[in-house]
T-cell receptor
């Protein structure tokens, strides 16, 4: 069964460093998403991406964040200058269509900023 | 804005016990409602969904009914198994045009003991 994959599973970085989190969505899906979950808190939407551009973003997704689909398979989230409060589990998701359709989630990348 | 409130965990039940996890929501319009499950070390998986009032979603013995009058989508299962041990997330997708983000509750951890 096709699945969303994410690498790495755990990333440790120092404050102020840039990190890139990688995701491979399901191959025929058209919509891509990033969510994050700070320990003990809710899963929060960051950004959605369709047709090679951001379709929606939350207020969390400020200028420190960017997303890219550099080729036909990868979908990346870049944090330019990490802060302690960026420590969280980051989930990538994809869906075949927009609207109330199932979003398929990856296993997550745990980002620890020290 | 949209929000989802679900009962605090953790919940510990004996095998074959009845399960209810409460979920209420606040949203404008007519959202779609979802239950996602996260097994240890894995991503979030869609368990069931309902897209309009009075719809009942069901899967693997779990059920939830979209109750517009009480803005609720409670998850139930008549007889839980050890393999149901996981974290359960209630979520909604707004009906706003072009808005496909999922809004999640905090998650409820369920442990089922033999």
């Amino acid at each position: 069964e096709p699945e969303v994959t994410q690498t790495p599973s755990h990333q440790v970085t120092q404050m102020g460093q840039e990190v890139i989190l990688r995701c491979v969505p399901i191959s025929n899906h058209l919509y891509f998403y990033w969510y994050r979950q700070i320990l003990g808190q809710k899963v929060e939407f960051l950004v959605s991406f369709y047709n090679n551009e951001i379709s929606e973003k939350s207020e969390i997704f400020d200028d420190q964040f960017s997303v890219e689909r550099p080729d036909g398979s990868n979908f990346t989230l870049k944090i330019r200058s990490t802060k302690l409060e960026d420590s969280a589990m980051y989930f990538c998701a994809s869906s075949l269509a927009g609207g109330p359709h199932e979003q398929y989630f990856g296993p997550g990348t745990r980002l620890t900023v020290t | 804005g949209d929000s989802v409130t679900q009962m605090e965990g953790p919940v510990t039940l004996s095998e074959e016990a009845f399960l209810t996890i409460n979920c209420t929501y606040t949203a404008t319009g007519y959202p779609s409602l979802f239950w996602y499950v996260q097994y240890p070390g894995e991503g979030l998986q869609l368990l069931l969904k309902a897209t309009k009032a009075d719809d009942k979603g069901s899967n693997k013995g779990f059920e939830a009914t979209y109750r517009k009058e009480t803005t609720s989508f409670h998850l139930e299962k008549g007889s839980v198994q050890v393999s149901d041990s996981a974290v359960y997330f209630c979520a909604l997708s707004s009906s706003g045009a072009g808005s496909y983000q999922l809004t999640f509750g905090k998650g409820t951890k369920l442990s089922v003991i033999p």
